[in-house]
């Protein structure tokens, strides 16, 4: 669940959303709480203006006009305001004062206080010059200034504030819950269409790779994923039908021979036969024989390759003696086919590298040269302790043929049933010299003939 | 009967050729395909065994190269492929039979006999002219109930004039369809034959009926006499 789609997007958005209503919350709140505490310090200054303006000078003499302020007479949550002179001389104050005193207050705009019965609220200071009452002559400013302080509790701004926040807190979790809902809806909705992937994909089978999955209705970001199962599964059919010729080929050369042997068997058995007949049988018998004991060498060597990296147990090999024990094999074969073989490979050459492994390169290469050079033709193997060639007489090996040759199942001709040659043999000998690390390469020399050369060092 | 052996592994086409001349065939052998279609539009074989996986052409494509050339020789398949599609393939095209290696090759000489039978309009393997009696399948011959010795060549003669019963054989088409190219050609070569297979078959001798008519000119026919 941790790793589904869903669960992060949820998470993810949360947290953004989140992140965003809580700036924009802080945002709101401040300017609320300015243009609210603004609102309530005008309202101050009205106040204090209007009881400043109830203080006169009467004949010189300041005095105080109280009209009636109810705010500031009742008991529960009073308003407070006190007025004095310059001097000090307190001109009035508010009866909730009781024996507390506003002169103490911070002077200023609006200050934040605590009010005398403890409450929190805000206090505001005017000082202006005294009304001059009813006097005859030429109107005149007076010299005696009163200041005003008033302050009032703030519960009404803290409550509208609250009821801000409470709103702000009930719209932000309704609008994360919306915006992760609407995610989850619109993820969901999206991946419906990769269950049904997920069914055409459970679908398929071996027998069934022929098909490619269809991205119809999949959103655009799982196409390129379809798209690389296609080509996986492209992949794949390849390797599978490479499989199939590989085993069918494989049937077809152990089949063959074993028809071989089957007939032979059969015609000489079907009646009396001279010694001499029985001997050509045996022998063509024995023949067959051992290229079908070639044949599963090879594959089991090929098996063996596949499997994983092949144990090299490098020692001294003397390449001459190798070379001439790996053509008994083919001597047979040769001979019936008129090929001569010359093992020109130096007395002294000596390689250290794994005789097994490398027997099975020289063996293959002989091989390769025994069925594919031309009636009455000659095999020659050269060499010292830095590489080794096998030479043949010919015919060159056609040049389009020529850079797919060490490949597996790769034929150069429609089909060779000598019992070794499917295209095992020489993709044998290149995986077991890259097993080795040595090179094999193979070239047309300029006599027509053929060279294949294995670089020992 | 002659049969022309497509095979490119030399032992199993060594072998088969050696069986089939011993079952009194006349044999030739190739191991490529193009080769294989070039003898078989020049010589007159009554069937042949097409291995498929031949090089130069394969033998689907000889197969169907022969019937687009309205070619009836028989063709039993043998191949490794044993796959039904395989089979249908070669079948749809043309072939007369299918086998698949290995086999045995006392089955393959039986389907070979019945691709042959099939071709000459024969449902059976016994063939009776008047007291004579051969058996392609035990490859026995009897005139009066007696069993009668003879060699491959002889009793392919014989075998090939009682296939076409009835028929005059020319010699040359005795020719084509008894002797392969390991035959040495001469002018009375058949003749000679017919003479050594008259004599064993005691032929118009001792009171027995002539079965091999001499048509002067022409050649020969194997019938019963008009009973006069």
């Known amino acids: ?457 | 009967m002659r049969v022309l052996v497509v095979e490119d592994y030399e032992p199993l086409a060594r072998s088969l050729a050696q069986g089939l001349r011993e079952a009194a065939y006349a044999v030739d052998v190739t191991g490529d395909g193009a080769a294989a279609l070039e003898l078989a539009r020049t010589n007159a074989y009554d069937a042949l065994v097409l291995d498929l996986m031949v090089p130069k052409l394969d033998g689907l494509s000889v197969l169907r190269r022969l019937r687009a050339d309205g070619s009836r020789a028989g063709v039993l398949i043998i191949t490794a492929r044993d796959q039904v599609p395989d089979r249908v393939g070669a079948l749809d095209l043309g072939a007369d039979d299918y086998l698949v290696k290995p086999f045995a090759f006392e089955e393959l000489l039986a389907r070979l006999r019945a691709v042959i039978r099939r071709r000459y309009g024969a449902a059976e393997n016994l063939v009776r002219v008047g007291d004579l009696e051969l058996d392609g399948a035990a490859r026995t011959v009897k005139r009066g109930g007696r069993a009668i010795a003879l060699s491959a060549r002889e009793f392919a003669l014989l075998e090939y004039l009682a296939l076409r019963r009835g028929q005059v054989v020319t010699r040359t088409e005795i020719w084509e369809h008894v002797y392969d190219f390991a035959a040495e050609p001469s002018s009375n070569v058949v003749d000679v034959y017919v003479g050594y297979l008259r004599r064993k078959l005691g032929d118009g001798e001792g009171g027995a009926a002539r079965l091999i008519q001499t048509h002067r000119g022409l050649g020969y026919a194997l019938e019963a006499p008009e009973p006069t």
């Open chain 1, 1 to 457: 669940m941790r790793r589904s789609l869903r669960f992060r997007l949820a998470v993810s958005v949360v947290a953004v959303v989140a992140a965003a209503l809580v700036a924009l919350s802080l945002v709101l709140h401040a300017v609320f709480a300015r243009a609210l505490v603004r609102q309530f310090d005008a309202r101050l200054l009205g106040d204090a203006v209007a009881i400043a303006g109830m203080a006169e000078e009467d004949m010189h003499a300041p005095e105080f006009e109280a009209e009636s302020l109810p705010e500031f007479e009742r008991p529960v949550r009073p308003a407070y305001f006190e007025a004095w002179l310059d001097d000090g001389r307190v001109l009035a104050r508010s009866p909730s004062l009781n024996a507390a005193d506003l002169r103490r207050t911070a002077p200023g705009a609006g200050v934040d206080v605590i009010l005398p019965d403890g409450r929190a609220g805000r206090a505001i200071h005017v000082r202006q010059p005294l009304r001059v009452e009813d006097e005859p002559g030429p109107p005149r400013v007076s010299k005696q200034f009163v200041t005003v302080a008033v302050a009032r509790g703030t519960e009404e701004v803290a409550g509208t504030l609250a009821s801000v926040r409470l709103w702000m807190l009930a719209l932000a979790l309704l609008t994360l819950f919306g915006a992760s809902a609407a995610a989850l809806v619109a993820v969901s909705l999206g991946l419906r269409s990769t269950r049904a992937l997920a069914v055409e994909i459970a679908d398929l089978d071996a027998a069934r790779l022929d098909r490619a999955l269809v991205a119809h209705g999949l959103p655009d970001e799982i196409g390129p994923v379809v798209a690389k199962i296609n080509e996986l599964l492209a992949r794949v059919r390849e390797s599978l039908a490479r499989e199939k010729r590989f085993t069918a080929d494989v049937s077809h050369e152990l089949r063959t021979p074993l028809a071989a042997l089957r007939t032979t068997l059969d015609v000489t058995a079907s009646r009396e036969r001279s010694p001499a007949e029985y001997r050509a049988a045996i022998d063509q018998v024995n023949v067959v024989t051992q290229q079908m004991q070639a044949l599963c060498e090879n594959l089991l060597s090929l098996a063996r390759l596949d499997a994983g990296p092949v144990a090299v147990r490098p020692t001294d090999v003397a390449l001459r003696a190798l070379v001439q024990s790996c053509w008994h094999l083919f001597e047979g074969g040769a001979r019936a086919r008129g090929l001569r073989f010359e093992n020109d490979v130096d007395a002294d050459a000596r390689v250290a590298t794994d005789p097994d492994q490398l027997r099975v390169i020289v063996s293959n290469l002989l091989s390769n040269a025994t069925a594919y050079t031309a009636s009455g033709g000659t095999i020659r193997a050269r060499g010292n302790g830095d590489r080794l060639e096998v030479h043949d007489s010919g015919p060159p090996i056609p040049p389009e043929v020529l850079p797919h040759i060490f490949e597996r199942f790769f034929r150069g001709d429609a089909m060779r049933s000598d019992g070794v040659h499917c295209g095992i043999g020489l993709a044998l000998v290149r995986g077991v010299a890259d097993a080795l690390g040595l090179r094999v390469a193979a070239e047309n020399t300029a006599d027509g003939g053929v060279a294949f050369t294995v670089s020992l060092r």
